[in-house]
């Protein structure tokens, strides 16, 4: 393979740094946190799809969350697993497969935001509008709910990763344990502040709807949980808004250790893990937290485990 070829066709990609003593163990945690993952999510949506007293439009919801976690596991861990038991020189990953990585990468990121935003929803209209609950929240509201916050999300991502792909690149480095945009626009040589200004746009957007969405759909439920004097409206507000905010917590705490890292270059090692973390710790604990707080799921669980030792 010449290095023109090389050069515009493959991309090197810098992966994970380990020590050859490292590569192994390092392997088989990240392979054990993957599968972990995997099986979790792929459980829950087994779970909710098959139990009809789970079809509702909370259970509904709940399933855009680990159809992301699937997503946001897959599209970087079998690669970098693959890239960690390879030498440093020979990590290859074409420009093609590359830019649909850092796609999904960006999907997932985004996503994350907007299925929560759209799941708070579900938890102010219960808690606050329970009499209207069933009106409200009907199959059509739930499909609708789902499509917006995919849609955004495809819509903000097919723009910021449509204007990087249009750049001719002199580089073939990617600086990243895995491809993403910023990763892709720094393989060029060409003026790239579009791609800064409407990074920076796609960034303040995710975040800024899901936290202000957040936060005044909880400011109305504690307003209401305060003037009511119904301690079972009060403890299911909180048993259900508890698992929501954790879960939320999670995800935006793991994303900013790594956008606060990102700002600091001499941590850039640090920063890198952080990424992976990004991928993996939400995507793992997600489906421990609801599983485990959310009622319904944990009896139905508690009733398999059950009958399956009953079997045995």
Excluded at 9 to 29: A, D, N, R, Y
Excluded at 271 to 292: C, D, E, Q, W
Aim: charged fraction near 15%; glycine fraction near 2%; charge should be positive.
């Amino acid at each position: 393979m010449d290095n023109l070829t090389l050069r515009h066709s493959f991309l090197l990609v810098e992966g994970l740094k380990v020590t050859p003593q490292s590569s192994q163990p390092v392997f088989i945690v990240l392979l054990l946190a993957y599968v972990f993952s995997m099986v979790s999510n792929i459980g829950l949506l087994v779970l909710i799809s098959t139990e009809r007293n789970l079809h509702d439009p909370m259970h509904f919801l709940f399933c855009n969350l680990p159809v992301n976690d699937i997503i946001g596991t897959t599209v970087i861990m079998p690669r970098l697993l693959q890239d960690i038991l390879k030498e440093a020189s020979e990590r290859y990953i074409s420009y093609v497969e590359c830019v649909i990585q850092a796609y999904f990468v960006h999907i997932f990121t985004a996503a994350c935001h907007y299925v929560l935003m759209i799941m708070a929803f579900d938890r102010y209209v219960a808690i606050c509008n329970p009499l209207r609950y069933t009106a409200i929240m009907t199959n059509k509201m739930v499909i609708k709910l789902s499509i917006f916050a995919w849609g955004l999300a495809f819509l903000l991502v097919t723009i910021m990763i449509g204007l990087t792909v249009r750049l001719s690149h002199c580089r073939y480095k990617i600086e990243n344990p895995f491809c993403d945009n910023a990763s892709l626009f720094k393989l060029s040589c060409e003026n790239v502040v579009i791609n800064n200004i409407f990074g920076i746009i796609y960034t303040v957007v995710a975040l800024s709807l899901s936290a202000v969405s957040i936060v005044i759909t909880y400011v109305k439920i504690a307003t209401v949980c305060i003037t009511s004097k119904n301690k079972a409206l009060n403890s299911k507000a909180i048993k259900t808004c508890s698992t929501h905010l954790a879960v939320y917590l999670i995800m935006f705490i793991s994303g900013a250790v790594f956008i606060f890292l990102h700002r600091l270059p001499e941590y850039s090692d640090s920063r890198k893990l952080a990424s992976i973390m990004f991928h993996i710790v939400p995507t793992g604990l997600n489906p421990l937290v609801y599983g485990l707080q959310t009622k319904e799921i944990r009896q139905k669980i508690v009733k398999l485990w059950c009958r399956k030792k009953l079997i045995l």
